[in-house]
C-alpha cells in the first residue's frame, strides 16, 4: 500500500526552539507539498518541492523553510517556533500530472508550541 | 487566480438523509475537480475526482458532476451513515496559472446522528 509518512503525530515544542516535521513517501513521486490546516482557513500552502533540492514559496512561507534531499523525503522546518505556528501540519505528494491524479496526504502531525 | 468555494457547515443530518454539499470553482483553462474526505484525526484522502466536464466521479455512494456552465461540483449522497462524519474538501487543478498545485475550499464539516 503506497503511503506518505509523517514522522510524528503529535508534537509540542516550546516557543523560540527550531522544529523539524520530516516526511516520507514511498511513491516516487517528483512533488511533494506542505500544508497547515488552521480552523476555519482551510488549507493553506506553505512550500512545495517539483525535484530534488528545489523549492518554491507556497502562500504562507514565512516562518518556514524546507529541505529536499533526497526525492523520497521532504523536511519543513521551523526557525524559531512561535506559539501561531500552533496548528495541524499536513504533507502530500503526487507525480508530475497531479492535475489528473491528484494528491496523497500523510496523517498529519499536530504541533503545539507553548 | 484559481479559486473554491463551498458551503459552510457543519452540516447535520439524520442518517439515511440526502446528502448535498455545494462546491463552486473560479479557474482558468481546463481544472480537474476533486473532493477530499478527511477524517476526525486524520489526514486527507482522495473521495472521487472528474477531469473534465461533464464527467461523474463516484465512490463509496458519493458521487459529483463536473457541471462547465455553472462551475460547479456539488458532493451528493443518497443516503448518508454515521461513518460519513467528516469534513469534505472540495478541491481543483488547472494546467494553466496554477502549475500542478491544487487549490482547496476551506471544507464542509458534516455530522451524521442517529
Known amino acids: 500500500d503506497v503511503k506518505v509518512t509523517q514522522s510524528s503525530r503529535y508534537l509540542v515544542k516550546r516557543t523560540g526552539e527550531k522544529v523539524f516535521l520530516e516526511c516520507v513517501q514511498d511513491m516516487d513521486h517528483e512533488n511533494m507539498f506542505w500544508y497547515r490546516q488552521d480552523p476555519g482557513l482551510g488549507l493553506r500552502l506553505i512550500y512545495f518541492?517539483?525535484?530534488?533540492?528545489?523549492?518554491e514559496k507556497g502562500d504562507i512561507p514565512e516562518g518556514y523553510s524546507v529541505s529536499r534531499e533526497k526525492k523520497e523525503r521532504f523536511s519543513l522546518i521551523l526557525e524559531s517556533a512561535s506559539t501561531n505556528q500552533t496548528s495541524m501540519y499536513l504533507c502530500?505528494?503526487?507525480?508530475?500530472?497531479?492535475?489528473?491524479?491528484?494528491?496523497?496526504f500523510g496523517s498529519g502531525t499536530r504541533l503545539t508550541v507553548v | 487566480g484559481n479559486s473554491v468555494t463551498q458551503m459552510e457547515g457543519p452540516v447535520t443530518l439524520s442518517e439515511e438523509a440526502f446528502l448535498t454539499i455545494n462546491c463552486t470553482y473560479t479557474a482558468t483553462g481546463y481544472p480537474s475537480l476533486f473532493w477530499y474526505v478527511q477524517y476526525p484525526g486524520e489526514g486527507l484522502q482522495l473521495l472521487l475526482k472528474a477531469t473534465k466536464a461533464d464527467d461523474k466521479g463516484s465512490n463509496k455512494g458519493f458521487e459529483a458532476t463536473y457541471r462547465k456552465e455553472t462551475t460547479s461540483f456539488h458532493l451528493e449522497k443518497g443516503s448518508v451513515q454515521v461513518s460519513d462524519s467528516a469534513v469534505y474538501f472540495c478541491a481543483l487543478s488547472g494546467l494553466t496559472g496554477g502549475g500542478n498545485k491544487l487549490t482547496f475550499g476551506t471544507g464542509t464539516q458534516l455530522k451524521v446522528e442517529l
Open positions: 502530500a505528494s503526487s507525480p508530475p500530472l497531479s492535475p489528473i491524479y491528484g494528491y496523497t
Open positions: 518541492s517539483y525535484d530534488v533540492k528545489m523549492k
